[in-house]
């Protein structure tokens, strides 16, 4: 099946910046949106940013500003790019992807990698 796997995580300290990048393997007709999601300690998963197909992008308030998320899809990746990082942005951060194949649409999860932002 189709594996999305992130990488870029680790632990920075506040004002830097990482950039976290996710790419899609498997049996894949084509990838429509795709995501960056991000859960802290003790809350719910939050999205971060989504960009579709045809590049169009949107982010969560919280990130406006600071994060750019990108994608290459010769590649099958989506980046997300974090400037200007804070302690409260340290959280793991998940992608998903909505996928078309065999006629069907799927939702995907990758299994998350970790950022620490230090102050």
Same mark, same amino acid.
């Given at each position: 099946?189709?594996?999305?796997?992130?990488?870029?995580? +680790?632990?920075?300290?506040?004002? +830097?910046?990482?950039?976290?990048?996710?790419?899609?393997?498997?049996?894949?007709?084509?990838?429509?949106?795709?995501?960056?999601?991000?859960?802290?300690?003790?809350?719910?998963?939050?999205?971060?940013?989504?960009?579709?197909?045809?590049?169009?992008?949107?982010?969560?308030?919280?990130?406006?500003?600071?994060?750019?998320?990108?994608?290459?899809?010769?590649?099958?990746?989506?980046?997300?790019?974090?400037?200007?990082?804070?302690?409260?942005?340290?959280?793991?951060?998940?992608?998903?992807?909505?996928?078309?194949?065999?006629?069907?649409?799927?939702?995907?999860?990758?299994?998350?990698?970790?950022?620490?932002?230090?102050?």
């Amino acid at each position: 099946q189709v594996q999305l796997v992130e990488s870029g995580g +680790g632990l920075v300290q506040a004002g +830097g910046s990482l950039r976290l990048s996710c790419a899609a393997s498997g049996s894949i007709f084509s990838i429509n949106t795709m995501r960056w999601y991000r859960q802290a300690p003790g809350k719910q998963r939050d999205l971060v940013a989504a960009i579709t197909s045809g590049g169009s992008t949107n982010y969560a308030d919280f990130v406006k500003g600071r994060f750019t998320i990108s994608r290459d899809n010769a590649k099958n990746t989506v980046y997300l790019q974090m400037n200007s990082l804070k302690p409260e942005d340290t959280a793991v951060y998940y992608c998903n992807a909505d996928v078309s194949m065999e006629r069907f649409d799927y939702n995907y999860w990758g299994q998350g990698t970790q950022v620490t932002v230090s102050s």
